[in-house]
């Protein structure tokens, strides 16, 4: 009886998950046709969609118990977290 109610919220807690990532991005691509639109840039809504996807990406890793694709998963999020500030700092003009 406990593991159908564990079972349950585990379902639950990753539909919202599923939902909140799915409409937050739905939000940001039509940011991102907006900015076209205006002819703005879009780099740093790219930045934040991505981010969106890496933190999905290392809560799905996470959850599979596997430490060693949970360390790979963690170094490339690192990875692509300082290409992503280095594009946004060259796009503004930074370096």
Do not use: C, W
């Not at 990406?57 to 996470?62: A, I, K, P, Q, T």
């Not at 949970?70 to 060259?90: D, E, K, P, R």
Request: charged residues 10%; hydrophobic residues 55%.
């Amino acid at each position: 009886m406990i593991f159908n109610k564990n079972n349950e919220n585990t379902i639950i807690e990753h539909n919202a998950f599923k939902l909140g990532y799915i409409v937050s991005n739905i939000i940001i691509i039509a940011f991102m046709f907006l900015r076209i639109y205006f002819d703005e840039p879009i780099g740093e809504l790219m930045t934040i969609t991505l981010i969106n996807t890496l933190v999905v990406s290392l809560y799905r890793v996470y959850h599979m118990n596997s430490k060693l694709t949970f360390v790979f998963a963690l170094v490339m999020a690192f990875i692509t977290l300082g290409l992503l500030v280095a594009t946004l700092l060259s796009q503004y003009g930074v370096y």
